[in-house]
C-alpha cells in the first residue's frame, strides 16, 4: 500500500501563488498515475489534475487550466501541484491520490488518497 501526506496549503492573497507537494511512502508509486482533487465546503471532491506514470502526459480541469501546473518526480517519490494566478474560489482542501482504475475525473476510481491541504485564497 502507498502512504501520501501533502504539504504547501496555506493562506494567500488572489493573484498569488502555492506549490502543493505529495510525497509518498509505502510501495513504489512511479508505475501509477497521480491526480489532484480538490473539495470546498458544501461541495463535491472535484477533479484538479492528472499525471501519467511517466509523465509525459497532463490533464487538466478547464476551471485552472493555464494557471496549475502538475508535475512529478519519481526519484523522490513526489507529486507537485503548482497553483498560479489562484482565485477565491479556488479555496479547498487538496488531496493527492494515485493508481486510478478508470476515469481519472471519477473520485472513487482512485486507489489510494492522502489526508489533504487546506488552501485559503483572500480577495
Known amino acids: 500500500q502507498v502512504q501520501l501526506v501533502e504539504s504547501g496549503g496555506g493562506l494567500v492573497q488572489a493573484g498569488g501563488s502555492l506549490r502543493l507537494s505529495c510525497v509518498a511512502s509505502?510501495?513504489?508509486?512511479?508505475?501509477?498515475?497521480m491526480g489532484w482533487f480538490r473539495q470546498a465546503p458544501g461541495k463535491e471532491r472535484e477533479f484538479v489534475a492528472a499525471i501519467t506514470w511517466s509523465g509525459s502526459s497532463t490533464f487538466y480541469a478547464d476551471s485552472v487550466k493555464g494557471r496549475f501546473t502538475i508535475s512529478r518526480d519519481n526519484a523522490k517519490n513526489t507529486v507537485y501541484l503548482q497553483m498560479n494566478s489562484l482565485k477565491p474560489e479556488d479555496t479547498a482542501v487538496y488531496y493527492c491520490?494515485?493508481?486510478?482504475?478508470?476515469?481519472?475525473?471519477?473520485?472513487?476510481?482512485?486507489?489510494?488518497w492522502g489526508q489533504g491541504t487546506q488552501v485559503t485564497v483572500s480577495s
Open positions: 509505502g510501495r513504489t508509486f512511479s508505475s501509477d498515475p
Open positions: 491520490a494515485g493508481d486510478p482504475d478508470g476515469s481519472y475525473l471519477n473520485p472513487p476510481d482512485w486507489g489510494y
